[in-house]
């Protein structure tokens, strides 16, 4: 029998996480669903985890490493359902996300795409703060220009969305998910329900952290591509070669080492604040110390600095004030 949903996974080493991954979609409410997994070469225990699992759900594909793209790309070509959900290997669905945005989808003809509201949270699963999007299609067209306005893991989408806009693209390196996004908003109605059904893990060694600079650059192709798409009715990507793709990217943004420093010195700091929030001040100061010595004059940086003294000298002198038995007055 069909089932509605197919969910597509990728997994590259996670170990660490891809239990508690592969449990938030087992137990969703929910149940019509194929879970396709891509293992792409994971060298750790993540193959093994897998393995152990016995529910018929879970269609397993081991590969030798070939990137995010392809791997997502290989899963959608797999897919039987008319529905596509979207899953990460550390992050967490809550158990009624697919339930809602089955019953969105069946409800809303028009709309090929929605996503969610979500939790960051970090490395160890404590929340950091709640992930807002806009709602309608409009809002969410408009926000694009601007901002990627979906939280990839968190989505789910009519299968007939790839099959007339294609599916990820290679060329456009780690945006591939925004340049889709933008591609199924030319041609269908989307939105996100403002309900928190999912939870993305903020992780330092990860790939978005490791390669933002890149990021960056392509985030600015792909709205060159949009906008060549709005003006011709298609883009170029296809003609290009790397070569010049790589030209436009240096245009856009010259890889210098000033550059480069720049943002990492934003990538630290942001960790700082994931770390401040939740209350692991020593890695926080430790970020913070790496983005202060690529960027000294940050404000943002050195206000954080003074919010975590605070945090941390401020409860210790109302400690001392209790044991001396004397009232505490701010």
């Known amino acids: 029998m069909t089932p509605k949903v197919s969910v597509v996974m990728s997994v590259f080493n996670n170990e660490s996480y891809i239990r508690e991954a592969v449990d938030s979609i087992l137990n969703q409410t929910f149940k019509d669903f194929e879970f396709i997994i891509i293992n792409d070469g994971s060298t750790d225990r993540t193959r093994e985890i897998l393995s152990s699992y016995t529910d018929e759900r879970i269609r397993l594909f081991d590969q030798e490493n070939r990137g995010l793209t392809r791997s997502l790309n290989r ?25 809602e945005e089955v019953r969105f989808l069946d409800q809303n003809e028009k709309i090929g795409l929605v996503g969610t509201f979500a ?12 992930s807002k999007y806009k709602t309608t299609t409009e809002e969410i067209r408009e926000d694009l220009w601007a ?7 968190s989505v789910m989408f009519r299968k007939i969305c790839t099959d007339e806009v294609g599916m990820y693209r290679e060329k456009v390196g780690p945006s591939e998910d925004y340049d889709l996004w933008f591609r199924i908003t030319e041609r269908f109605d989307v939105a996100n329900i403002p309900m928190p059904l999912h939870k993305f893990r903020i992780n330092s060694l990860g790939v978005t952290m490791a390669r933002r600079f890149e990021q960056l650059r392509y985030i600015m192709l792909v709205r060159l591509l949009a906008e060549e798409r709005k003006k011709y009715g298609q883009d170029s990507l296809e003609r290009w070669s790397l070569e010049e ?5 240096e245009n856009f943004l010259p890889k210098t080492p000033e550059n480069e420093r720049t943002v990492l010195a934003s990538n630290y700091v942001y960790l700082a604040d994931v770390y401040y929030v939740t209350g692991d001040y020593r890695r926080s ?32 002198a109302i400690l001392r004030h209790l044991r001396r038995g004397a009232p505490f007055v701010s």
């Open 75 to 99: 899963g959608l070509s797999l897919a039987n359902g008319s529905y596509i959900a979207r899953m990460d290997g550390d992050d967490i669905s809550e158990p009624e996300r697919f339930a």
């Open 119 to 130: 939790y960051r949270m970090d490395e160890q699963g404590r929340i950091v703060s709640l």
């Open 147 to 153: 901002d990627c306005s979906f939280c990839h893991p």
């Open 245 to 249: 793709i790589s030209t436009t990217l």
């Open 285 to 316: 100061l430790n970020w913070l110390a790496r983005s202060l010595w690529f960027k000294p004059v940050d404000l943002r940086g050195w206000k954080l600095f003074g919010k975590i003294l605070v945090s941390i000298i401020l409860p210790k």
